[in-house]
């Protein structure tokens, strides 16, 4: 694989799922990243993705736009829920379960990291999975 350095989201294949999509802009299969892996989320008003973890990863959430409900499990388990906006950073632990829901009235616009690599390939075996091959023009 030839080194990649500089990745728009707009060039490269788009997980689309019905709460909305994800586009993968760094990881080992994009860029040859051998220790994390990132992209953008959109999630539409309204929407959001439901309780789910990844086993083995951490997660780190980056609010870029919008406004939602952010839950992550404590050591216990019990959920913790907070309002976050555009510039609040979440960490999720590893295998902590957590969802995302858009309470706002625009899109929320997230950057997602793994460490390490590897979550966002289970995401294809969802059953509303759908690839989107980004546009060529």
Known sequence: MNETFFVYPETVDRFAFDWGHL?????????GAGT???????????????RHNHPGS??????LEGEGEQMVEDMQGN???ETVRAGCTIFVPE???HSTLNTGDRPMK?????SPAGPEEVLRELPDFRLVPPPHG
């Open 23 to 31: 586009s993968i802009t760094c990881g080992p299969k994009v860029t």
């Open 36 to 50: 994390f892996s990132a992209g953008v989320v959109h999630v539409p008003p309204g929407e959001g993705h439901a």
């Open 58 to 63: 951490e997660e780190i959430i980056y609010v």
């Open 79 to 81: 959920p913790v829920t």
């Open 95 to 97: 295998s902590r379960f």
């Open 110 to 114: 997230l950057f997602v990291v793994y």
